[in-house]
Nanobody, 120 residues
Framework: VQLQASGGGLVQAGGSLRLSCVAS????????MRWYRQAPGKQRELVAA???????DYADSLKGRFTISRDNAKNTVYLQMNSLKPEDTAVYYC???????????????WGEGTLVTVSS
């Protein structure tokens, strides 16, 4: 199983970006899909999560600016980021709980991350 994130880049403050993360491999089912971020010199933090049924949860500080969504048919999770601020600069990682026929258990998978840089 692989998670491939994309969509990062350089954007001015106030701008928007949309991140995507595709899960591929011998996937039977995906439960939660999440976005984390890690800013330079800081710990990795949870940005948002979306359950298989579509329920969402967000870091309190990001509610109203970020929106997580998923396309189950495409095994893809998205993160729409609006009104970006310089403090949103970080590497953004996708994460998912995935069940495969080969392991016959739920496992936690991570993508490599995509860099988001917000200039002031």
């Amino acid at each position: 199983v692989q998670l491939q994130a994309s969509g990062g880049g350089l954007v001015q403050a106030g701008g928007s970006l949309r991140l995507s993360c595709v899960a591929s491999g011998n996937i039977f089912s995906i439960n939660y899909m999440r976005w984390y971020r890690q800013a330079p010199g800081k710990q990795r933090e949870l940005v948002a999560a979306v359950a298989g049924g579509g329920a969402t949860d967000y870091a309190d500080s990001l509610k109203g600016r970020f929106t997580i969504s998923r396309d189950n048919a495409k095994n893809t999770v998205y993160l729409q980021m609006n009104s970006l601020k310089p403090e949103d600069t970080a590497v953004y990682y996708c994460n998912a709980d995935i069940y495969t026929r080969s392991t016959q258990k739920w496992m936690d998978y991570w993508g490599e991350g995509t860099l988001v840089t917000v200039s002031s």
